[in-house]
């Protein structure tokens, strides 16, 4: 059956967007349909920011970060009213299927096209990697080895100057930036909201980084927690039990969203772009596509945008073991 597919990318970049959009235009036009690009995300989509897509158009983006077709937060797009009117210009264009790129608030605006019937197929690309539905979203193995970079940097730092560094990762309300960077990391502490300790514990493990030795320590601490890095350094310093403990804070911020993605995010992303055009081929929607356990793996949008992403409890029980 041929097919008019569309494509947007939508929410946060995330390093291998491009290598996604590629995949969807390649694979699309390998089967003999017709992809359209929509600029801007949902925004664009209501505004009617729409262009064709050629083999040429992607030709060199694989390497490229963020997404060509750039991206937007769409607030209108909440209300039932700008719905409607998507669909309407989706089928206006006489578009057959969207493929919708992004975190989980854009997987609910997919879910809520999906809801008024119109075929569309999601691809979870976020650094946060709390998608539900796939062990790995676009873009977290690039962040991870961007933030894994830092922390090596300041950790030269830290021991020059016998500082303790508290390295704050992005990461909106899931923590596993934080724990797997600060796992690879050799970091003493790590601040994840999953998984709050009291303050004065923690600051009581740096303490007792220097007390068996250490000449410097490295905390890493996830935005979404309670006690974030300016925080927790505020309580530090405030305590004169941990007067000696000189405190840098250190906010990545959007760099570790920036820069060229990396093998793991370009393979990822051109694995789920082709197979986000399997699901159209077999009149499948409604769903996003991930990996689990290294295999492909689709689940319903409703499943998707109803379900929070748990972080491993193996991964914190070997932070917590590796840190002592």
Not at 187 to 195: D, H, K, Q, R, S
Not at 225 to 252: C, E, G, N, Q
Not at 287 to 301: K, N, Q, S, W, Y
Request: glycine fraction near 12%; charged fraction near 20%; charge should be neutral.
């Amino acid at each position: 059956m041929p097919h008019n597919i569309a494509v947007l990318t939508s929410g946060g970049d995330a390093p291998g967007m491009n290598a996604a959009i590629r995949a969807v235009v390649r694979s699309a036009l390998h089967r003999g349909w017709k992809v359209i690009g929509i600029a801007s995300g949902f925004a664009g989509l209501l505004s009617g920011e729409f262009r064709g897509l050629t083999r040429g158009d992607v030709s060199g983006i694989i390497d490229k970060g963020g997404t060509f077709l750039r991206s937007a937060r769409s607030a209108a797009f909440l209300e039932e009213e700008a719905q409607a009117q998507a669909v309407a210009t989706l089928r206006a264009h006489q578009i057959t299927g969207l493929i919708v790129i992004g975190g989980n608030g854009s997987q609910a605006g997919a879910l809520a096209l999906a809801k008024r019937a119109f075929p569309v197929v999601g691809i979870g690309a976020t650094i946060d990697n709390d998608v539900f539905g796939t062990d790995l979203a676009i873009g977290v193995d690039t962040a991870l080895n961007i933030a894994l970079e830092a922390i090596d940097r300041i950790k030269v730092t830290a021991a020059s100057h016998q500082r303790v560094f508290l390295v704050e990762v992005m990461g909106r309300d899931s923590g596993y930036l934080a724990l797997v960077s600060g796992i690879a990391g050799g970091a003493e502490l790590i601040v994840i909201p999953e998984f709050e300790d009291d303050s004065a514990r923690m600051a009581d493990q740096l303490l007792g980084a220097y007390q068996r030795g250490h000449a410097h320590a490295i905390a890493v601490v996830a935005e979404g927690a309670r006690y974030d890095a300016d925080a927790f350094s505020k309580h530090l310093s405030a305590d004169p039990k941990y007067t000696r403990i000189d405190t840098r804070v250190t906010k990545l911020g959007h760099v570790q969203r920036g820069g060229a993605p990396g093998v793991v995010d370009r393979l990822l992303a051109s694995r789920l772009g082709v197979a986000a055009c399997d699901c159209f081929a077999r009149g499948e929607h409604g769903v996003l596509v991930g990996m689990a356990a290294g295999r492909v793996a689709v689940t319903a949008l409703s499943t998707v945008v109803s379900s929070k992403k748990m972080l491993d409890q193996e991964l914190i029980r070997l932070s917590g073991e590796l840190a002592d």
